[in-house]
């Protein structure tokens, strides 16, 4: 379990931390839970065929639905994070 949680804490400091400038605690504090929704929720895996620890693997597109796609794009903590999304 600690090999996990540095390379959690790892990818923490590089995505976030090294780009963000916090003030104080409840600053830290929000910008980590923003950052463990991204990481659970958005952020894409290797090691999970590309898909988020907390979803379920989606199926693969044919070319036809790859060409009307319309992704937006929402930024978190100020452009630090971003989501993409289907619209609807």
Known sequence: MNAIMERWVQTCRHELLDHTLIWNE???RHALRQFELHY???RPHQAMHQTAPLRAVP???TPAQISHLDVRRRDRL???????????
């Open 26 to 28: 409840r600053h830290l």
């Open 78 to 88: 100020d452009g630090v994070l971003h989501k993409y999304q289907h619209a609807a």
């Open 40 to 42: 659970n929720l958005h």
């Open 59 to 61: 199926e693969p597109l």
